[in-house]
């Protein structure tokens, strides 16, 4: 089968013919529909996140936001059927440690990463291969296009779980989202579904006029203005409920975590870059005096997955929105080396797999 593979970080990348997946015993076999192209993609050509375990050996495939059509199932798995069309997320869980058995698999004590571990290939390619597939695959309602639903990959559900659960986002909250990618304007429009009045934060216009599309009530450039957490400051009368860093450089933390008012929450959902190596620098004594929250926020609980998918059969959500473009799999590694200047605007779905 067709698949994209990473043969070296950095140098580019190329369609090669690679082997079909056969399934665990506890695992199945899904021919893709739909693939996201983000962001975490390109950090994981580029050798980022060594320091995450997110760092796999090449050569491998990536890609980590697919919906899919199951074709083979392994003789212990009972839910999962040949013929479902399934979300798959990006986190996969073991379904047994002490996190799963807590309703938390999102952060599995035995997590594997979709696209960036060695026991995971990924789902730039004709198929994929699903682990303990009872707990890792998610079947969809009748009533949502599998195709559609690949623009609720990993930049959508983990906006969801950050918006929905880690902050939470109640009506009336002042929301401020830092960062108008694909995950900051998921952010921005799940934020603005549950009842927040939401502010984006970016360096282009363009994503701050699709930000408004997708509800915020007010925006600012970053690149226009001296002081960005001050502006947020001065739109709220006093500083947001809920702030989010949803691209993950030292900038947008630390201006996300000085918006917030006294009592306010961060969501940290973007990872950083080989600059930062997982560290920021932050106003600590800011946050003691003012007693603000920090989360952390990752990816979304397969037994969660069905009040996002709820919200999106009721027409509150539509991931569709976010899809900028739809790209065949030979176009993946040029719509990847394009993130390099940081101007992709919304989710980027790859939907035609084989030649």
Not at 92 to 109: K, L, Q, V, Y
Not at 120 to 126: C, K, Q
Not at 246 to 255: K, Q
Not at 276 to 283: A, I, Q, T, Y
């Amino acid at each position: 089968m067709q698949a994209v593979l990473l043969e070296s970080f950095q140098e580019p990348l190329t369609v090669q013919d690679v082997d079909r997946p056969e399934p665990d015993p506890d695992g199945a076999v899904a021919e893709v529909i739909g693939c996201g192209v983000c962001r975490s993609d390109w950090h994981c050509w580029q050798g980022d996140w060594d320091w995450f375990g997110y760092r796999p050996d090449p050569p491998h495939v990536l890609g980590h936001e697919p919906t899919g059509r199951i074709v083979a199932t392994g003789e212990d798995v009972e839910s999962i059927e040949e013929g479902q069309e399934v979300a798959i997320p990006f986190n996969f869980a073991c379904g047994s440690c002490d996190m799963c058995r807590n309703g938390r698999e999102n952060i599995c004590e035995n997590h594997i990463g979709l696209g960036f571990m060695n026991q995971a290939p990924g789902a730039f390619a004709e198929e994929v291969h699903i682990p303990n597939a009872d707990i890792n695959a998610v079947p969809l309602p009748d009533s949502i296009d599998a195709e559609a639903a690949a623009g609720c990959g990993c930049r959508f559900m983990t906006s969801f779980h950050a918006m929905a659960h880690r902050a939470p986002v109640s009506a009336g909250d002042d929301v401020v989202i830092h960062g108008c990618g694909g995950i900051g304007l998921s952010a921005v429009h799940i934020a603005n579904a549950l009842g927040g009045n939401v502010i984006g934060v970016d360096l282009m216009d363009e994503k701050l006029d699709k930000a408004e599309e997708l509800g915020a009530v007010d925006t600012v450039n970053a690149r226009e203005v001296d002081d960005a957490a001050a502006e947020v400051h001065d739109i709220t009368n006093g500083g947001a409920d809920v702030s989010a860093d949803a691209l993950g450089i030292a900038t947008t933390c630390r201006n996300a975590v000085n918006s917030l008012r006294k009592g306010g929450t961060h969501v940290q959902i973007g990872l950083t870059t080989s600059e930062e190596e997982g560290m920021v620098s932050l106003p600590t004594d800011e946050i003691v005096a003012k007693e603000i929250e920090f989360k952390g926020s990752l990816g979304l609980q397969p037994s969660r997955y069905s009040e996002m998918l709820d919200m999106i059969e009721s027409g509150k959500l539509d991931p569709t929105t976010l899809v900028e473009k739809k790209i065949d799999i030979h176009s993946v590694p040029d719509e990847l080396a394009a993130m390099s200047d940081y101007d992709t605007l919304g989710i980027p779905v790859c939907n035609e797999f084989s030649s």
